[in-house]
């Protein structure tokens, strides 16, 4: 990329998070992404190059181990001219989001990533000339939690998610995660497609078709989506039209996700590295759609195959299921590490809580040791962790797809069949920055606001005596100052 001749007219506003903001090219298939900050709190060039190659080591060296060389795109740090981040900057105001606008883009450092555009570029090279379908899921996590350390005894029946998602005030839970059963796969997407939220997204050629954009409205028309995918499913355009071409269309949609992300096409160090069994407790969420469509229909069990070791899916269970203490039993090691950092704050850099985020930082997350020693090097073990764990709960898989003919499917690219197509694909994972050690002292408070409420506002209106005992006591609350 010529620096020097970088115009901002050939960029547009591709979407923001709370900490940045990225721009894609009109063109070709790069996106720069660029730091956020609240209005004049601007952090100097120094520390903006610090943050992003922590990002760059961290998706280099730690979750590339995690997930494959060829899922990760960990992408470079590039210098741009001033001149151009501002006018940039000014172009792309009116399309930002309001919500969004209460931090800055960064225009002062002019430090920026320069990354893939994964909704327009594979791993592979296809034929240019060809469209391009992508799908973005979010896998969040719905595994039960094992830890000893779990004070409520409704957690060991309904997942977090599911909880959260009551607080949040949704009526209408459907999300997807890991799983080991293709049925269960296909129930979930079916679901995702029905309500999207900000959970599934689709693109055709880079433009966004189906799903949530930030806080616009949704778009999330079957029929329309029907529209955009039957070239790609049926090419020869033999198919009619109505609500069962619809249906036709979106299951062999299904179908193509579900058959990518159960493929392997990497391999990882971090393959390997055994977790605490999936099987150990529970190991569905009551409070799913699926199970109680289970019940509906009669069955009370679901037989489970596993995921194949080598998918991106299997990966990404791995990483989270690293939240092995749950955040109960994880917060007293925090404030181990936080009593000793007061009384030593010369070594945080040397625990590496900030960085450097290399080989040997890696290395020490493999230690799947449960039982404490009491020393502060094991706490900090486990809160490095649950940081990564919380990070692969948050990610985002992107599964890209290009048609082609038979005769120009070589054994180099993977190709996944439909009853009518064949497409080569790539699966790559983003999202992936580390989540703050800062944040635990909130996460563990969420926690528990989650879990009181379902048990005050859901799981008592099933059970009178419950509901009668939180009615007698909600206007009992002790509180404890500290002296």
Request: net charge negative; glycine share 4%.
């Amino acid at each position: 990329m010529e620096v020097e001749k970088m115009d901002e007219n050939e960029w547009k506003y591709h979407g923001e998070g709370n900490q940045s903001l990225v721009v894609s090219h009109c063109q070709r298939c790069v996106v720069l992404r660029f730091l956020k900050s609240p209005p004049n709190q601007n952090k100097t060039s120094e520390e903006i190059l610090h943050h992003l190659q922590n990002i760059v080591d961290f998706g280099k060296h730690v979750m590339k181990q995690f997930f494959g060389e060829n899922y990760v795109h960990h992408g470079e740090i590039i210098q741009l001219p001033l001149d151009f981040v501002r006018q940039l900057c000014l172009k792309i105001q009116p399309e930002r989001p309001e919500s969004r606008c209460d931090k800055d883009m960064d225009t002062l450092s002019g430090y920026a990533m320069c990354l893939p555009n994964l909704t327009r570029l594979q791993t592979y090279r296809f034929v240019e000339h060809r469209p391009i379908l992508c799908i973005e899921i979010k896998p969040k996590c719905g595994f039960i939690p094992f830890s000893s350390h779990v004070s409520q005894e409704i957690k060991h029946k309904v997942c977090r998610y599911c909880m959260h998602q009551h607080l949040k005030g949704c009526d209408k839970i459907h999300f997807f995660f890991p799983s080991r059963n293709k049925q269960r796969m296909h129930f979930a997407l079916k679901s995702l497609l029905q309500e999207p939220q900000n959970n599934l997204k689709i693109f055709k050629n880079g433009e966004l078709i189906y799903g949530c954009k930030d806080d616009q409205d949704c778009v999330s028309d079957w029929n329309e989506l029907a529209r955009h995918l039957k070239p790609f499913f049926f090419p020869s355009n033999g198919l009619v039209s109505g609500p069962h071409c619809t249906r036709t269309i979106v299951k062999e949609l299904i179908h193509v996700i579900t058959m990518t992300l159960l493929s392997s096409t990497d391999a990882c160090r971090a393959g390997d590295m055994k977790t605490v069994p999936i099987s150990q407790g529970r190991s569905y969420c009551e409070a799913s759609a699926f199970n109680k469509e289970l019940v509906r229909n009669g069955k009370h069990k679901l037989e489970s195959s596993g995921l194949p070791r080598g998918c991106l899916l299997y990966k990404t269970l791995q990483a989270q299921m690293l939240d092995m203490l749950d955040i109960e039993g994880l917060h007293p090691l925090y404030s181990r590490v936080e009593q000793y950092l007061e009384e030593f704050p010369e070594e945080r850099s040397t625990l590496q809580i900030d960085g450097l985020y290399n080989e040997a930082f890696y290395e020490k997350l493999l230690d799947l040791s449960t039982e404490d020693d009491g020393t502060v090097a094991f706490a900090l073990t486990k809160v490095q962790q649950y940081r990564i764990a919380m990070t692969a709960k948050d990610c985002s898989l992107m599964i890209a797809l290009s048609p082609c003919l038979q005769d120009e499917c070589s054994e180099q690219r993977p190709v996944v069949l439909t009853s009518k197509s064949r497409f080569t694909f790539s699966v790559s994972v983003l999202d992936l920055d580390l989540k703050p050690y800062e944040s635990i002292p909130h996460q563990y408070k969420l926690d528990s606001e989650i879990v009181n409420y379902y048990l005050k506002n859901v799981q008592a209106k099933d059970d009178p005596v419950m509901s009668t005992l939180f009615k007698e006591n909600e206007d009992c609350t002790l509180v404890l100052h500290k002296v």
